[in-house]
C-alpha cells in the first residue's frame, strides 16, 4: 500500500503479457487561447503564437494587450514606465541594469506565456505604480528527456536559443542556454540647445556605430519527496553590453564667445551577474493548506569605460564606472482555506540591498598626460532594506460574486555614503513606512466577470536615479542622480470587463490614478566648471540632465482588447489604450514646467493572422505610439509594421519562418523636445531599422506527459524599485556612457 506521505514501494520485478487488445497509442490534443482573462490578471500565451520564433522577449511584450515597448527596449504598462518585470515570479540583477537590454538577452523561444497584473493585491511587493509584467519561460510537463533548439539570423540581429527538460518520477530538471548578436549599426544624432538664464547655446551633431551582444543560461532541478514536501533551486547566468565608436561636431556660445570643437568618443558597457533562489513547500492534509519558504541571492555588475577625446578646448578624459548591485531575500508564504468560500492568505519577507558604485575619472594635464580627477571621481555605498508583510482574504460569495480585501505594511531604511577623505556629497539616511491595502469585488454572469478594484502602489527609486556621480563624457549634455528623491505614490480605481464567446476575447476598463511625488528628469541649464587645454579654469554652459519629485498628476484612462476569429483560419487583434496627462509641478518647478496643457496620450496595435494550407501561417502587425509626454516635454513616438511567415516542417516537429520590419523605412528618426522656462532643446536621433530574418526551431522528445499535478512554485517575487529607463542606444550614440550600478 502507498500513500501520499509514502509514495514508493519497490515489489520487484512484474512481468505482464501483452493481448491482442493493446493500443499502440492514444493522443489526446486540445488548443489554448493565445489570450486569457482571468481574474486578476492578463496572460498572453506566448508559446501559442506562431510567429515568434526568432526574436527577443521584448518583440513578444509588443504584442502583449496594454504593454508597450518602444525603439530603446523601454517596457510601458498603459503608458508608464513605472512596472516590475519579472521572471517566473523572481525579480533578476539583469533587470536592475537595463530593462530594455535584459529583454534583449531572453529569447523569445524560452518565453511560455506573459501575465499582466494592472491592480496588484496585498500579496504582491507595493513596487510598480502601474503593475506587474511577469515573464513565465517555459519546462516541459512530459516524462522523460525532451527539448527544443532555435535560431534566427537577419540583417540586424542573430539569436540561438537551447531547451533541455528531464523528468522522472517526481525529479525534474532543467535548462536554457542562449545568446544574441547585434550586427553594428550606424547612427547619427542631432542636439540643439538655448537658455535665457546665461544667455548660452549649444549644439551637437554626430555619428556613431554600436555593437551589441547578450548571453543568458539557467538551470532548475525540483524534487518532490512526497504529496506534501518538495523542494526546488535554480540559477539564471547573464552577461551583455554594448561598444560604441562615434564623434560628433560640437558648439557653445557664452559671454559671446563660440567655441567649436570635434569630439572621439569609444565607449564600452557590460553588464552580468546570476540569480540563486531556492525554495520549499509543505502541503498540509487540509486541500490548499500550504506554507511555502523562499530565498533568493542576486548579483549583478556594471562596468562602464569610455574615452573621449577634444580637438581642442576640454581636456581629454578616461573613465570607468563599476558597479556591484547584492540583493538577498528571505520571504515566508502561508495559505489558509478556512472554508469553501473563505481563505486567508499571510506572509514576511525582508530584502537587503547593499550596492556600490565606484567610478575612476582622469583627465589629461597640459604636458598631456592622464591624471585622476578627484572631483568627478566617485566611491558611493548605498543600502537598502525593506520589511514587509501582509494578509489578504478572499471570499466567494452566492450569486457568483468575489470579494477580496487586504492590507501591506512595508518599512524601508535606506542610507547612502560617499567613501572618500574629501567627499562631494553628503552622508544621507532615510526611513519610511507604508500602508497598502487593496480590494476587489467582482461579479460573474456565464462567460462576463466584471470587477471593481483599488489598490495603493509605492516606486522607490533605485541607484540610477540616486547615484549623484556626474557623467561628463558628452561635452554639451551631463547627467547625475538625485540621492534625495522621495518614493512615488499612488492610488488607482479601475472598472474591468471581460468576456469570451467561441474564440472571440474582449476585454476592456477604465480606470483613475493619482500620483504624488512623480519622478521624472529634469533638464535644466548649468554652468560647469572645468579647465581648458591649457589649464586654465573656465566655465562651460551645458544641460545637465537629472531626477526630481516634481509634483503630482491626476490620469483617467481607458483600454480596449478584442480577438475575433470571423472564420477558423483568419483571426484579428487588436489593442488601444489611452490615457490623460496633466502633471502639476510643485512651486520650486513651475518655473522649469512647459505649458502642455492636458495631454491625451495612446498606445495601440492591431494584427491579423491567416493559417493557411499545408501548415503556412502569415500574420501582419502593425504598432503605434503617441509622443511620451514629461512635464518639460515630450519624447519620441515610435510607430513600427511586422510582417512573418513561417511553415512547420518535421512532421509539425520543426518550423521555418521570414520575418519583415519595416520594409519601406530603411532608417528611422526619434525626435525629443523640452521647452519650459528654463531652456529650449531638441534632438534627432536616427537609426537603421528596416531588417530582414531568417528563423528556425526544433523539438525533440517523447510526447508522454506526466500525471502528476504541476509543481506549484512560489519563489522570491520582488517587484520593488523604480527602474531606469533605460537609453544604451541613446546614451552609446551621443559619446555617452551608462552609469553603473
Request: glycine share 10%.
Given at each position: 500500500t502507498t500513500t501520499p506521505g509514502k509514495p514508493d514501494l519497490n515489489v520487484g520485478r512484474i512481468i505482464l503479457s501483452p493481448t491482442s487488445t493493446a493500443l499502440q497509442e492514444v493522443t489526446v490534443t486540445g488548443q489554448a487561447a493565445l489570450i486569457e482573462n482571468r481574474v486578476d490578471k492578463v496572460v498572453y500565451n506566448a508559446e501559442k503564437d506562431a510567429t515568434v520564433t526568432g526574436g527577443n522577449a521584448g518583440d513578444i511584450l509588443r504584442k502583449v494587450p496594454m504593454v508597450s515597448v518602444d525603439q530603446d527596449g523601454n517596457v510601458a504598462?498603459?503608458?508608464?514606465?513605472?512596472?516590475?518585470?519579472?521572471?517566473?515570479?523572481?525579480?533578476?540583477?539583469?533587470?536592475?541594469?537595463?530593462?530594455?537590454?535584459?529583454?534583449?538577452?531572453?529569447?523569445?523561444?524560452?518565453?511560455?506565456?506573459?501575465?499582466?497584473?494592472?491592480?496588484?493585491?496585498?500579496?504582491?511587493?507595493?513596487?510598480?505604480?502601474?503593475?506587474?509584467?511577469?515573464?513565465?519561460?517555459?519546462?516541459?510537463?512530459?516524462?522523460?528527456?525532451?527539448?527544443?533548439?532555435?535560431?534566427?539570423?537577419?540583417?540586424?540581429?542573430?539569436?540561438?536559443?537551447?531547451?533541455?527538460?528531464?523528468?522522472?518520477?517526481?525529479?525534474?530538471?532543467?535548462?536554457?542556454?542562449?545568446?544574441?548578436?547585434?550586427?553594428?549599426?550606424?547612427?547619427?544624432?542631432?542636439?540643439?540647445?538655448?537658455?535665457?538664464?546665461?544667455?548660452?547655446?549649444?549644439?551637437?551633431?554626430?555619428?556613431?556605430?554600436?555593437?551589441?551582444?547578450?548571453?543568458?543560461?539557467?538551470?532548475?532541478?525540483?524534487?518532490?519527496?512526497n504529496a506534501s514536501n518538495s523542494i526546488s533551486s535554480g540559477i539564471r547566468f547573464n552577461k551583455g553590453g554594448f561598444s560604441t565608436d562615434g564623434s560628433s561636431s560640437n558648439s557653445n556660445t557664452f559671454d559671446g564667445t563660440t567655441r567649436s570643437y570635434i569630439i572621439t568618443n569609444d565607449s564600452e558597457m557590460q553588464f552580468g551577474g546570476f540569480d540563486w533562489n531556492a525554495d520549499y513547500i509543505h502541503k498540509f492534509k487540509k486541500a490548499g493548506n500550504e506554507i511555502s519558504i523562499a530565498g533568493q541571492?542576486?548579483?549583478?555588475?556594471?562596468?562602464?569605460?569610455?574615452?573621449?577625446?577634444?580637438?581642442?578646448?576640454?581636456?581629454?578624459?578616461?573613465?570607468?564606472?563599476?558597479?556591484?548591485?547584492?540583493?538577498?531575500?528571505?520571504?515566508?508564504?502561508?495559505?489558509?482555506?478556512?472554508?469553501?468560500?473563505?481563505?486567508?492568505?499571510?506572509?514576511?519577507?525582508?530584502?537587503?540591498?547593499?550596492?556600490?558604485?565606484?567610478?575612476?575619472?582622469?583627465?589629461?594635464?597640459?604636458?598631456?598626460?592622464?591624471?585622476?580627477?578627484?572631483?568627478?571621481?566617485?566611491?558611493?555605498?548605498?543600502?537598502?532594506?525593506?520589511?514587509?508583510?501582509?494578509?489578504?482574504?478572499?471570499?466567494?460569495?452566492?450569486?457568483?460574486?468575489?470579494?477580496?480585501?487586504?492590507?501591506?505594511?512595508?518599512?524601508t531604511k535606506i542610507e547612502g555614503e560617499e567613501n572618500s577623505d574629501n567627499p562631494a556629497f553628503a552622508p544621507f539616511s532615510n526611513s519610511y513606512t507604508n500602508f497598502i491595502p487593496s480590494f476587489s469585488v467582482s461579479k460573474t454572469i456565464k462567460s462576463n466577470t466584471f470587477r471593481l478594484s483599488y489598490s495603493k502602489r509605492i516606486q522607490r527609486p533605485s541607484l540610477q536615479y540616486l547615484n549623484p556621480f556626474r557623467n561628463t563624457s558628452n561635452a554639451v549634455?551631463?547627467?547625475?542622480?538625485n540621492p534625495n528623491l522621495s518614493p512615488e505614490v499612488s492610488q488607482s480605481v479601475e472598472l474591468n470587463f471581460s468576456t469570451f464567446v467561441k474564440s472571440s476575447v474582449i476585454n476592456a476598463s477604465v480606470y483613475y490614478r493619482h500620483t504624488d511625488d512623480i519622478i521624472e528628469s529634469f533638464v535644466k541649464p548649468d554652468l560647469y566648471k572645468t579647465q581648458d587645454e591649457n589649464g586654465a579654469d573656465v566655465e562651460i554652459p551645458v544641460s545637465l540632465t537629472t531626477f526630481n519629485n516634481i509634483g503630482k498628476n491626476n490620469s483617467f484612462g481607458a483600454s480596449f482588447f478584442g480577438q475575433i476569429t470571423p472564420v477558423k483560419s483568419l483571426t484579428f487583434r487588436g489593442n488601444l489604450n489611452t490615457f490623460s496627462y496633466k502633471p502639476t509641478a510643485s512651486s520650486q518647478f513651475t518655473q522649469a514646467s512647459a505649458e502642455i496643457g492636458t495631454q491625451l496620450l495612446y498606445n495601440a496595435f492591431v494584427s491579423g493572422s491567416v493559417t493557411l494550407p499545408r501548415n503556412f501561417v502569415t500574420e501582419s502587425f502593425v504598432i503605434i505610439n503617441s509622443p511620451r509626454r514629461t512635464f518639460q516635454g515630450r519624447n519620441p513616438a515610435f510607430n513600427m509594421w511586422i510582417i512573418s511567415f513561417s511553415k512547420q516542417i518535421l512532421d509539425k516537429k520543426g518550423k521555418i519562418g521570414l520575418n519583415i520590419i519595416d520594409p519601406f523605412n530603411e532608417r528611422k528618426n526619434f525626435k525629443s523636445e523640452i521647452n519650459s522656462g528654463l531652456i529650449s532643446q531638441s534632438s534627432n536621433f536616427s537609426m537603421p531599422f528596416r531588417s530582414f530574418g531568417l528563423t528556425f526551431s526544433w523539438q525533440f522528445g517523447k510526447m508522454n506527459f506526466n500525471q502528476q499535478q504541476p509543481r506549484r512554485r512560489r519563489g522570491v517575487n520582488n517587484d520593488d524599485l523604480k527602474q531606469d529607463g533605460g537609453q544604451g542606444t541613446q546614451q552609446g550614440t551621443q559619446g555617452g556612457a551608462t552609469q553603473g550600478m
Open positions: 504598462l498603459r503608458g508608464s514606465q513605472n512596472v516590475k518585470v519579472l521572471i517566473n515570479g523572481k525579480p533578476s540583477g539583469a533587470m536592475a541594469a537595463n530593462v530594455g537590454d535584459a529583454m534583449k538577452m531572453l529569447p523569445a523561444d524560452q518565453v511560455k506565456s506573459v501575465e499582466v497584473v494592472t491592480s496588484p493585491s496585498a500579496k504582491y511587493d507595493a513596487e510598480g505604480s502601474a503593475g506587474i509584467i511577469n515573464i513565465i519561460t517555459k519546462k516541459s510537463n512530459m516524462s522523460g528527456v525532451s527539448g527544443s533548439i532555435s535560431g534566427g539570423v537577419g540583417t540586424r540581429q542573430n539569436n540561438g536559443n537551447a531547451n533541455l527538460n528531464i523528468n522522472h518520477n517526481r525529479l525534474s530538471i532543467s535548462g536554457n542556454v542562449g545568446g544574441n548578436y547585434t550586427w553594428p549599426q550606424m547612427s547619427t544624432m542631432f542636439l540643439q540647445s538655448a537658455d535665457t538664464e546665461n544667455q548660452s547655446s549649444r549644439s551637437q551633431s554626430g555619428s556613431s556605430e554600436t555593437e551589441r551582444f547578450g548571453g543568458s543560461g539557467s538551470g532548475n532541478v525540483s524534487y518532490d519527496f541571492w542576486s548579483h549583478g555588475k556594471n562596468q562602464t569605460d569610455y574615452t573621449t577625446v577634444y580637438s581642442e578646448f576640454n581636456p581629454n578624459q578616461i573613465a570607468a564606472n563599476d558597479g556591484i548591485n547584492d540583493e538577498y531575500t528571505v520571504q515566508a508564504d502561508y495559505v489558509l482555506p478556512i472554508s469553501k468560500s473563505v481563505k486567508l492568505e499571510t506572509g514576511a519577507k525582508t530584502i537587503l540591498r547593499d550596492i556600490t558604485s565606484n567610478s575612476l575619472v582622469q583627465n589629461t594635464n597640459p604636458s598631456g598626460v592622464y591624471e585622476v580627477n578627484d572631483l568627478m571621481s566617485n566611491d558611493y555605498l548605498y543600502n537598502q532594506n525593506v520589511y514587509s508583510g501582509y494578509a489578504v482574504m478572499s471570499f466567494q460569495l452566492p450569486k457568483s460574486y468575489g470579494l477580496q480585501l487586504g492590507g501591506r505594511v512595508e518599512n549634455a551631463h547627467s547625475m542622480g
